[in-house]
């Protein structure tokens, strides 16, 4: 019922800033928890942040607090996430996600394609 597709990965500097996209389609999209989880080669899918889609509550994994911010615009059924201050580590494939949330995986019923996110050193 939902469809996701990502965009706005790419090449960046340690330190600098990247803005990712998740177009949203799907009528019962509003009721979900949006989530963004990214994963690297070889290694499982990890929760980035999320946000409730109808009141706008945002959480975050620890180790992109204060650095990334999830957004969404409600009109046009789309979510972001401003990533700063990114670190090499962050060179991983992005997904977001709808579902239940929050930060488990096994609640997401919904899964863009992915976004690649490439941080040079």
């Known amino acids: 019922q939902v469809q996701l597709v990502e965009s706005g990965g790419g090449l960046v500097q340690a330190g600098g800033s990247l803005r990712l996209s998740c177009a949203a389609s799907?009528?019962?999209?509003?009721?979900?928890?949006l989530g963004w989880f990214r994963q690297a080669p070889g290694k499982e899918r990890e929760f980035v942040a999320a946000?409730?889609?109808?009141?706008?509550?945002?959480y975050y994994a620890d180790s992109v607090k204060d650095r990334f911010t999830i957004s969404r615009d409600n009109a046009k059924n789309t979510g972001y996430l401003q990533m700063n201050t990114l670190k090499p580590e962050g060179t991983t494939v992005y997904y977001c996600?709808?579902?239940?949330?929050?930060?488990?995986?096994?609640?997401?019923?919904?899964w863009g394609q992915g976004t690649q996110v490439t941080v040079s050193s």
């Open positions: 799907g009528r019962t999209f509003s009721s979900h928890v």
């Open positions: 946000i409730s889609w109808s009141l706008g509550s945002t």
């Open positions: 996600a709808a579902g239940l949330g929050v930060g488990s995986r096994e609640r997401y019923n919904y």
